[in-house]
Structure formats: structure tokens, C-alpha cells
């Protein structure tokens, strides 16, 4: 059996091993494959049965020049670059890896708060840069430094990620509140559900852990904005799409919002044009919530076990049943 990994960098930059999918059939990764050269993908794959992708797109095209394809594991949660309902046409298998980076996204939403509340970054350059030792005072400070305890974090949409985001801001002695239209009892244990608008008004940070549908997309928008409190913080490591990026820009620089924390944005990667790369006091990172080595590991797990399971005849994390 031939299986190809067209896209294995991101994944495992060569700090984890292919070696589970190695023992299932002769392996072939490609650190990187185009995302727009239909040859190229068309070629890589080949008489594949098993193709592995994280981002490079497997279209009704692919699938076409490439029949011998049996099976398509995604490295990744979201599939939206696979056409599912094609490859189902064609009964051909495609997989998901959920849950692998819970514990990583939320780790990382409170980090990106964490930043805000006290711009560490810039404060140990200025130490390295010898502004400490120059100083006349004890110490010294740029930003004003923020303290979260007794603040209220409120979170649109309150599932594992959220959820696990709201365990860490409520250690910080945050109120939670969040906002889901499906509520459950673990939810209950950490914060309060409130409708959408209540969220919005009463929150001073905002966490966005929604998945991206058409009812969230541009949920962060000036009309919504507007209803916030004065200086409220909006951290988004969810999808960029949940924001219209002109409007939180136009937010953050008539300080209306103090500070975003994004580690998405709408296109990836980011365009020179987008409006928040000149927006005051926003942080972005490069799409990195769920890197660690420990969740990247975790995926790598799932993917074999995936895999594993559709060869035995007991397919799981199917998304094109």
C-alpha cells in the first residue's frame, strides 16, 4: 500500500516520526506540496491509496486524476480542504484528528491576555537594551500593567477549548460568563451562559472559541463593537474569518477596544495589507495556538490510529459518512 503525505512540515518539522504510518505501507512525505498547482498535487499523489494532507487541498479534480485513492486523512481538525461529498461519491474515506490541542489553544488564548496585561515581551528587551540598569527609579514601566482578578472574561462559544480557557481565566480570579447555544453542566461549573448581547456588554475580555459558520462569521463586527465597554481586550485564536479585521482595526485605533490578541487572521498567511498589522496595540502571532510538541504528538497519534482503524475494517473520526 502507497500512502503520500503531501504536506508533513507543519506537523513534524523533524522533532516527531513518521514511523507509524511507515509500518503500514511504503511512505512517501513531502515537507511542502503548492496549494494551487493541481499538477503538482496530481503528481505527488500518484496511485496513492492513502493520502495525508494538513492544508493542501484535495478537490473533485484530484480525486478524478487519482483513483486509486481509497483513503484521505486530514492532519488538522478542520476539512474544509477536502471535498468531502466528492470523496463520497467516490467511497472514498476521509478522517479528521479532533481534540488533539485543547489544552494547548486555551493555554495559548491566556498567554496572548497575559501579554497584553504586561507587554513581558518589550520589557525584557528593554532590560537586555540596558534601560533597567540606566534606570533612576527602582524600576520602570511602558504600558499600564493590568490586573485580572475580579475582571469578567466572557467567551463565545463554550466547548472544550472555551471551556478550558475559562478553567485558567477563573484560576486567575476571573469571572466567567459565555455565550453557546448549546449549554451543558461542565459549562455550568465554571462560569454563567448569558445571551449574546449581555456577553458583549458586560465582558472587559473577550475569548472567541467558535467554530467558523455563516451565523459566526464577522461576529466581531463595529456594530457589536460598539456595545462593548470602553477598553475591553478581544483575544481570537479561533478563526480569523470571526472578525471583520477593518472594523476591530478602526476599534483598537480610536481605543474604543485597549488591546487584540489574534494568533488567526481571514487569510493566512497574513497579507500586507491587512488593516491590524497597523492597528495600535494588537498582537498576532502566526497561527501557532496548537504547535506544541505535546499536542503535535497527540495528533500524530490519532492520525496513525485513524488510519489504523479504516485498514481493520473500523473506521473512526469519519466527517464524510
Excluded at 281 to 300: D, G, V, Y
Aim: hydrophobic share 40%.
Amino acid at each position: 500500500m502507497k500512502i503520500v503525505i503531501l504536506d508533513g512540515y507543519t506537523e513534524n518539522p523533524g522533532d516527531l516520526t513518521w514511523g507509524g504510518f511507515e509500518a503500514m505501507g511504503e511512505l512517501s512525505v513531502y515537507d511542502r506540496t503548492s496549494l494551487t498547482d493541481a499538477e503538482e498535487i496530481i503528481s505527488r499523489v500518484g496511485c496513492a491509496e492513502v493520502v495525508l494532507t494538513n492544508k493542501t487541498p484535495i478537490t473533485t479534480t484530484i480525486l478524478d486524476a487519482c483513483r486509486e485513492i481509497k483513503y484521505i486523512g486530514v492532519l488538522a481538525t478542520g476539512y474544509n480542504i477536502v471535498d468531502t461529498e466528492a470523496a463520497k461519491a467516490r467511497s472514498v474515506t476521509v478522517t479528521n484528528v479532533p481534540a488533539y490541542g485543547t489544552d494547548a489553544v486555551g493555554q495559548f488564548a491566556i498567554a496572548l491576555l497575559l501579554e497584553i496585561c504586561h507587554h513581558i515581551g518589550h520589557h525584557s528587551d528593554a532590560v537586555s537594551q540596558g534601560r533597567w540598569e540606566r534606570c533612576e527609579d527602582y524600576c520602570f514601566w511602558d504600558y499600564p500593567l493590568i490586573e485580572l482578578a475580579g475582571k469578567t472574561m466572557g467567551i463565545i462559544g463554550f466547548g472544550r477549548i472555551g471551556q478550558t480557557t475559562g478553567r485558567i481565566a477563573k484560576a486567575l480570579g476571573m469571572n466567567v460568563i459565555a455565550y453557546d447555544e448549546s449549554q451543558n453542566d461542565f459549562g455550568r461549573a465554571i462560569g454563567d451562559y448569558v445571551s449574546f448581547d449581555e456577553l458583549v456588554q458586560q465582558s472587559d475580555v473577550i475569548s472567541l472559541h467558535c467554530p467558523l459558520f455563516p451565523s459566526t462569521q464577522g461576529i466581531i463586527n463595529k456594530d457589536n463593537i460598539a456595545k462593548m465597554k470602553d477598553g475591553v481586550i478581544i483575544i481570537n485564536n479561533s478563526r480569523g474569518q470571526l472578525i471583520v479585521e477593518q472594523d476591530l482595526a478602526d476599534a483598537l485605533n480610536s481605543g474604543k477596544v485597549y488591546a487584540a490578541g489574534l494568533d488567526v487572521v481571514s487569510s493566512e498567511p497574513i497579507k500586507g495589507d491587512n488593516p491590524l498589522l497597523k492597528a495600535k496595540n494588537c498582537f498576532i502571532t502566526p497561527h501557532i495556538s496548537w504547535a506544541p510538541k505535546e499536542s503535535r504528538q497527540r495528533l500524530m497519534d490519532i492520525a496513525v490510529e485513524n488510519l489504523r482503524g479504516f485498514l481493520s475494517g473500523s473506521p473512526v473520526n469519519v466527517v464524510n459518512h
